[in-house]
């Protein structure tokens, strides 16, 4: 079946530290990935996408490549902001039973 | 536009009431999704329409829940009776012509509580 490993939060760190997210997933044929992120009080926003094998999607800094060889879609920033505190969702599309699946969600905190 | 509307933004309510929570997608969006958020579940898929029909509802929990989509600008979810496990966040979601493998816009929630 199709899911997404999201790596467990949460996630505290310094203003400017480098921020990587671990997702995995499982999927029959070629999924779609995605990053939503969901600010306190808020509904999820699209991050980042990345729809083919080697593709990086990316956006206010942050990136994500699309690994096939290692079913993987890490997110990674290079210089966080408080204002990035947020949680972060992996997520993947398949086509096969045209079905989206959510990670868990990994909490991050920025502090300054 | 003024995104996705959602009403009520909370709701609280007594064991065994009827609840109906609202949606409006963007205008021009033909895909609308129902989602549930728990600390339990995560974000959970539980119906989605396009183009005003029902695809997939394979992620309503149970008969309790329905949903409905009279027209391209409204939905809305229900629970009949509802039970002090349905407490949580549900989120509309809407998209232009892709569907999931495009950007989905999501309203900012309806927070139920059930007593």
């Known amino acids: 079946g199709n899911s997404v490993t999201q790596m467990e939060g949460p996630v505290t760190l310094s203003e400017e530290a480098f921020l990587t997210i671990n997702c995995t997933y499982t999927a029959t044929g070629y999924p779609s990935l995605f990053w939503y992120v969901q600010y306190p009080g808020e509904g999820l926003q699209l991050l980042l996408k990345?729809?083919?094998?080697?593709d990086k999607g990316s956006n206010k800094g942050f990136e994500a490549t699309y690994r096939k060889e290692t079913t993987s879609f890490h997110l990674e920033k290079g210089s966080v902001q408080v204002s990035d505190s947020a949680v972060y969702f992996c997520?993947?599309?398949?086509?096969?039973?045209?079905?989206?699946?959510f990670g868990t969600g990994t909490s991050l905190t920025v502090i300054p | 536009d003024a995104g996705v509307i959602q009403s009520p933004r909370h709701e609280v309510t007594e064991m065994g009431q009827e609840v109906t929570l609202r949606c409006k997608p963007i205008s021009g969006h033909d895909y609308l999704f129902w989602y549930r958020q728990t600390m339990m579940r995560g974000l959970e898929l539980l119906i989605y329409f396009n183009n005003n029909v029902p695809i997939d509802d394979s992620g309503m929990p149970e008969d309790r829940f329905s949903a409905k989509m009279p027209n391209a600008s409204f939905s809305t979810l229900k629970i009949q009776p509802s039970e002090p496990r349905d407490s949580a966040v549900y989120f509309c979601?809407?998209?232009?012509?892709?569907?999931?493998?495009?950007?989905?816009?999501f309203g900012p929630g309806t927070r139920l509580t059930v007593l």
């Open positions: 997520a993947l599309s398949a086509y096969t039973g045209n079905q989206f699946y």
């Open positions: 990345a729809t083919k094998a080697d």
């Open positions: 979601a809407s998209s232009a012509g892709t569907g999931f493998f495009g950007e989905q816009f």
